[in-house]
């Protein structure tokens, strides 16, 4: 029974190519987010939507476009993708409300592009 | 601008002793404070955290300790055990106004417990 799962695990690909990672959480939450976790070990905060809106929006390419057809996914879309892309980028998600701000994470999907 | 440092890359203690990991945070914002454990091909899960008001959090053999003078944080871990041994990240969020979290996370501080 896994609380966030992302797929897939592994992601190899050629520049240019468009690509998209799946995330889907079942513990009934009303917000998920996207990371990316860099070469140097950053975890940063890419988006997040609560209840398929988009609410937070850090400085991404506009090559990056996440979807939430649903509160239970969000996918990211990658287009045109470059070397610099390459980094592991982990889902998450979390209740809303005022009483916690802990986040639950998927496995990551470690995306190389080549 | 990093917002969030954890200035030891690495840390290696025996077990049965006291693991201490270190976090300094920057903006004086941040009002919620949480430690993540990672191990590897694995996301970070939940360990403990602490709130602005506190300046002491204990769970078990974890205890979170926030100086906010001087915007340090601090996680003990007595007695270290060898699954311990993970990559140990910290945490800070401004406070929630709208119910929704922006965690900034610092590079992390990977703990080797040793038998």
């Known amino acids: 029974d896994t609380a966030v799962s992302q797929t897939p695990k592994y992601l190899v690909t050629q520049m240019g190519n468009d690509k998209s990672i799946k995330c889907e959480q079942n513990?009934?939450?009303?917000?998920m987010y996207w990371y990316k976790q860099d070469s140097k070990k950053f975890l940063k905060i890419m988006f997040s939507y609560n209840n398929k809106e988009l609410i937070i929006n850090e400085t991404v390419p506009n090559r990056f476009s996440p979807k939430s057809p649903d509160k239970a996914h969000l996918n990211l879309h990658i287009n045109s993708l470059e070397l610099g892309d390459s980094a592991v980028y982990f889902c998450?998600?979390?209740?809303?409300?005022?009483?916690?701000?802990?986040?639950?994470f998927g496995p990551g999907t470690r995306l190389t592009v080549t | 601008d990093q917002q969030v440092k954890q200035n030891s890359p690495s840390l290696s203690v025996q077990e049965g002793r006291i693991s201490i990991l270190n976090c300094d945070y920057t903006?004086?914002?941040?009002?919620?404070f949480l430690w993540y454990k990672k191990y590897p091909a694995e996301g970070p899960t939940f360990l403990i955290s602490?709130?602005?008001?506190?300046d002491k959090n204990e769970d078990g053999r974890f205890t979170v300790f926030l100086n906010k003078s001087a915007k340090h944080l601090s996680l003990h871990i007595v007695p270290s055990q060898p699954g311990d041994s993970a990559v140990y990240f910290c945490?800070?969020?401004?406070?929630?106004?709208?119910?929704?979290?922006?965690?900034?996370f610092g590079t992390g501080t990977r703990l080797l417990v040793s038998p």
């Open positions: 945490a800070a969020s401004p406070a929630m106004n709208t119910g929704f979290q922006k965690l900034v």
């Open positions: 903006n004086s914002m941040f009002d919620y």
């Open positions: 513990l009934g939450h009303d917000t």
């Open positions: 602490i709130s602005s008001i506190k």
């Open positions: 998450a998600s979390s209740p809303t409300g005022h009483e916690s701000y802990e986040q639950y």
